[in-house]
């Protein structure tokens, strides 16, 4: 069973920088890829980005594209969202999700393992 651990978020300024992280433990396939959601006060899981494992490829959602940056370490099993620009809209908890299958999906419910969030605010 793969458990996902978040970290990294916190309280900052419209503008300002963080790096969340997020440690894949017990990871048994070396296909597949990992996302970041987020979700906001009353508002739908929402996709931020996702990553293959294998190769570099990448995809975005447009609220984030040029702002935020996903990357891996995959020797180390840990996924990194730079997120540059913050914004109050970017407010949210922030979760780390894994997928075992090809692609790189863009909805919640292709992941099939989630980490419990973290807590990302941007105040104006």
């Known amino acids: 069973q793969v458990q996902l651990v978040e970290s990294g978020g916190g309280l900052v300024q419209a503008g300002d920088s963080l790096r969340l992280s997020c440690t894949a433990l017990?990871?048994?396939?070396?296909?597949?890829?990992m996302g970041w959601f987020r979700q906001a006060p009353g508002k739908e899981r929402a996709f931020v980005a996702t990553?293959?494992?294998?190769?570099?490829?990448?995809y975005y959602a447009d609220s984030v594209k040029g702002r935020f940056t996903i990357s891996k370490d995959a020797a180390k099993n840990m996924v990194y969202l730079q997120m540059n620009s913050l914004k109050p809209e970017d407010t949210a908890v922030y979760y780390c999700?894994?997928?075992?299958?090809?692609?790189?999906?863009?909805?919640?419910?292709?992941?099939?393992?989630w980490g419990q969030g973290t807590q990302v605010t941007v105040s104006s």
């Open positions: 999700a894994a997928v075992s299958s090809f692609g790189l999906p863009s909805w919640a419910s292709a992941y099939e393992y």
């Open positions: 017990r990871r048994t396939f070396d296909s597949g890829a």
């Open positions: 990553i293959r494992w294998s190769g570099s490829s990448t």
